[in-house]
């Protein structure tokens, strides 16, 4: 599964794809030029090989690239009427798989994945059930919003090589220099640590544990500004729902993830 999750409309999804494969299968051939690299073929050979797969596309009723036109498949984005300012949009479900992302909240929590959410898939495109999509985001939603006002985080050995810090002294003084720096994050890791200097942390406990790859450290237990992002995240899911089940067309809609 990709970073982020897009809605489209397709007039005829399987004639769309069959035709976007044989555009990819013979428009790879057309640059073949003799099993010669991109960097080894001559001008009039990129050009003759960029004519050939304009053609392809042409005959396929693609765009020039192979990509479907307006009438066959179309992307949907719009500003969630309930959260207008939110990144998650109707139709656009960012899913950054760093601690921030979404992904990472349900895991925290014990929740479903998106991919649980959306049911089993066979590649980076399906039709999902969007009544039971609505109802397990709705449900998510609520549970997000009644659970924990807390947020964790690993702090582990440092996997570039930088050298630990073995007193209170030369710990002092790696903040100091980093504030010195003026960082333009004010939430950042690099090698000689995890720093969050615009917001500090409100940290509740301390713990020696075991992270991702049995890596020995801490787990760090805080207490962030707002969670509120990610129950309304779910509900422009819910949201999303609504608005492809209010389309006379509600077949014709995929979901596809970035690759």
Not at 42 to 56: D, G, H, K, N, V
Not at 231 to 254: G, H, K, R, S
């Amino acid at each position: 599964m990709g970073l982020d999750i897009y809605l489209y409309w397709y007039r005829d999804y399987e004639d769309a794809k069959r035709r976007g494969e044989e555009y990819e299968a013979r428009s790879t051939r057309a640059w073949g030029c003799g099993g010669k690299k991109y960097e080894q073929m001559t001008e009039a050979e990129i050009e003759s090989s960029r004519s050939a797969c304009a053609a392809i596309a042409s005959e396929l009723g693609l765009q020039e690239w192979g990509t479907a036109n307006e009438s066959d498949a179309r992307k949907i984005k719009e500003n969630s009427k309930k959260y207008p300012e939110h990144l998650w949009k109707i139709g656009y479900f960012r899913s950054s798989y760093n601690e921030a992302g979404i992904h990472h909240i349900l895991s925290e929590r014990g929740l479903p994945s998106l991919e649980e959410i959306f049911g089993k898939y066979d590649e980076y495109c399906l039709r999902p059930d969007w009544h039971r999509v609505r109802s397990r985001a709705l449900t998510i939603a609520k549970a997000l919003a009644q659970g924990s006002p807390y947020r964790t985080t690993f702090i582990g050995p440092n996997i570039f090589g930088h050298e630990p810090i073995r007193s209170e002294r030369e710990a002092l003084v790696a903040v100091e220099e980093e504030i010195k720096r003026g960082s333009e994050f004010g939430s950042y890791s690099n090698k000689v640590g995890t720093f969050e200097l615009k917001e500090p942390m409100q940290v509740v406990a301390i713990m020696p544990g075991i992270g991702h790859f049995e890596q020995p450290g801490c787990w760090c237990v805080y207490k962030p500004g707002d969670l509120i992002f990610y129950p309304q995240c779910m509900e422009i899911l819910a949201e999303t729902c609504d608005w492809v089940l209010a389309q006379p067309d509600p077949q014709n809609f995929y979901l596809h993830w970035s690759s």
